[in-house]
Nanobody, 125 residues
């Protein structure tokens, strides 16, 4: 099965920054939509950001202006730069992927076939 492994999570003070990374196979990455989701204990999964294989980007309302998603086509890796972190950003962050011939992104978890195990991000106040 296709496996994604997120890295870069950790503990940071409010206002700080973290960068998450998620490598993927060539087949998954080349024509894939890549997304980031997060889930806090007792809460539903939340859309964070997505980028299509044509580099169209989309962000959840709560992270706009603070987070930046990008992809490195040489390393087949999607990244999430998180700046100005807030305590409400505390959650497990998941990388997800789905191959698609279309250029638009998706916010729906059901459209993503491959998921990582998650990396913990904790923001203290």
């Amino acid at each position: 099965q296709e496996q994604l492994v997120e890295s870069g999570g950790g503990l940071v003070q409010a206002g700080g920054s973290l960068r998450l990374s998620c490598p993927a196979s060539v087949r998954t990455f080349s024509y894939s939509h890549m997304g980031w989701f997060r889930q806090a204990p007792g809460k539903e999964r939340e859309f964070v950001a997505a980028i299509s294989w044509t580099s169209i980007v989309d962000y959840g309302d709560s992270v706009k202006g603070r987070f930046t998603i990008s992809r490195d086509n040489t390393k087949n890796t999607v990244s999430l730069q998180m700046n100005n972190l807030k305590p409400e950003d505390t959650a497990v962050y998941f990388c997800a992927a789905r191959t698609s011939p279309f250029s638009s992104t998706s916010r729906l978890p059901a459209n993503y076939n491959y998921w990582g195990q998650g990396t913990q991000v904790t923001v203290s106040s």
